[in-house]
């Protein structure tokens, strides 16, 4: 019995080999609001991940000569000083994949809608340089939102970032829904990223898009208003990384920061716990690099790099209309262009109520098709015009024919251009009804009955105009054919339009 013993015992000595086992280990300093000091990690990069002794995760942010703060992304209240960190020597990564489609996640990319874990045999880094000027192809394909305003005087292009900014309450996420909604069909893949919503907000906006067929494509991030400051802030960073995975495969993305103010107030929290030096607004100084090396993420990539896209239409909340603040500055000198959004307008029954003055798209009529240009070229420049006449004609009643031919003309386009929530139109009616109103069809229809006209006419003209559709699916331009035809067809309807 006792050889027995002796000869396992020999065998399992032979059989023995020791592994060595190399870890970065340190220790909580202190615990406060998200934060932790940690000292022994003299190794540890920055943005590199590390683990807590209960399972948390941080992120090492700031590096100091004898300690370093790391934000944690998750309960930091069962953390406690002296616990083990270990650093992980891997910056932070999310999971990415084609199974992520349809799903809502959390800032650290696992799912949180209740329907289970999805596999994923990739991950992105967070943090990414983005894309050289090499890769880069200038913007010229259309991303059609199915808000008319916006397809005929402000486009977007597929790698364009334009800017959605107004006053809180003036239909900032409407618009962007309302372009997720839109994208069926269109070969395009959605990110919404939630940055400090309330989660009733965001149930109402899953729940919309999922109405609407749109999760199909979607990919909501989300980082709730009751989460930490942490979560806020890497939110974004997310969202880009997936966005990033599917430009990569060839495919377009439209991503949309629900919104950028609420990140940078998170990362001022983060910043001032971290004991960084405040600038303007208590912002640290580089709350610019913050939002402009997220935004740069977003390009449309020549067919040698796969030729990929991401549209990004970042949101930004002014204070009383102040877009001279400091955030709304920094973010419209990184952007393509910017939509403003009116608190006045809004309540006059504008809707949406963008100021076409106050708003541009630095890409232009690049960004649309020919049919499109033609037809809202005039209107740009007629809008305008209707906005400096109507504020003169508050102070006279002597005007020309001309002039009151112009406000009339300009009062109609008002009207036309309104448009109920949740309802896109198709880029092909959106020609037709605003080819009617340059050409002066509707000069003799009164105000109050345009939306009566443009929805008889659209449909009128669909069932009627068959060459004209023809060709603009087609031929992205009408024919001299086509356009003969829809002006019959804009005539008949119009004869049997009761006024």
Request: some cysteine.
């Amino acid at each position: 019995m006792s050889n027995t013993i002796v000869e396992n015992l020999k065998r399992e000595i032979e059989n023995f080999t020791s592994k060595l086992q190399v870890e970065k280990v340190g220790a909580v300093l202190e615990v406060f609001d998200g934060i932790a000091k940690v000292s022994g990690l003299s190794d540890v990069k920055s943005s590199e991940m590390v683990t807590f002794a209960n399972g948390e995760v941080g992120v090492a942010l700031n590096l100091e000569e004898d300690a370093v703060g790391v934000i944690i992304l998750g309960d930091y209240s069962k953390i406690k000083e002296g616990d083990e960190v270990k650093a992980t020597g891997k910056i932070l990564e999310v999971p990415v994949g084609d199974a992520i489609i349809g799903r809502v996640v959390n800032a650290n990319g696992v799912p949180i809608d209740g329907k289970g874990g999805f596999k994923s045999d990739k991950t992105y880094p967070i943090e990414r340089v983005a894309s050289g000027v090499v890769t880069r192809q200038s913007v010229d394909q259309p991303v059609s939102t199915g808000i008319k305003v916006i397809d005929a005087i402000i486009p977007v292009g597929r790698g364009q970032r334009e800017l959605i900014i107004g006053d809180r309450q003036t239909g900032k996420t409407a618009i962007a829904i309302d372009a997720i909604l839109n994208q069926k069909g269109q070969n395009m893949i959605c990110v919404y990223v939630s940055i400090g919503q309330k989660d009733s907000k965001l149930r109402k906006i899953q729940a919309r898009l999922e109405e609407g067929g749109a999760m199909a494509y979607t990919v909501i991030v989300s980082a709730g208003a009751s989460e930490a400051a942490a979560l806020s802030y890497i939110a974004p960073y997310t969202g880009v990384s997936i966005a990033e995975y599917f430009m990569d495969q060839g495919k377009d993305v439209l991503i949309i920061y629900d919104d950028l103010s609420k990140h940078a107030v998170a990362y001022r929290e983060i910043s001032l716990l971290l004991r960084r030096p405040p600038g303007r607004e208590a912002y640290p100084g580089d709350v610019f690099y913050l939002h402009s090396r997220l935004l740069e993420r977003a390009c449309r990539k020549n067919k040698e790099y796969g030729g990929g896209s991401i549209t990004a239409f970042p949101i930004i909340e002014t204070q009383a209309g102040d877009i001279s603040a400091y955030i709304p500055t920094n973010v419209i000198s990184i952007t393509d262009g910017q939509i403003f959004l009116e608190t006045d307008l809004f309540y006059k029954g504008i809707r949406p109520a963008v100021n076409v003055g106050s708003s541009v798209s630095r890409v232009g009529g690049n960004a649309q098709i020919k049919a499109m240009k033609k037809v809202a070229g005039p209107l740009k420049l007629e809008m305008a015009q209707y906005r400096e006449l109507e504020a003169f004609a508050q102070f006279g009643s002597d005007l020309d024919d001309a002039t009151k031919r112009q406000i009339e003309r300009g009062k109609r386009s008002v009207e036309l251009l309104k448009q109920l929530q949740y309802s896109p139109v198709k880029v092909e009616n959106q020609i037709v009804a605003l080819y009617a109103l340059v050409k002066g069809y509707m000069d003799d229809v009164e105000v109050n009955k345009i939306k009566d006209f443009e929805a008889g006419l659209v449909e009128y003209a669909e069932r009627n105009a068959k060459t004209f559709y023809k060709e603009l699916m087609t031929d992205k331009m009408w024919s001299d054919k086509g356009e003969e035809e829809l002006k019959k067809v804009i005539a008949d309807f119009k004869t049997s339009f009761v006024k």
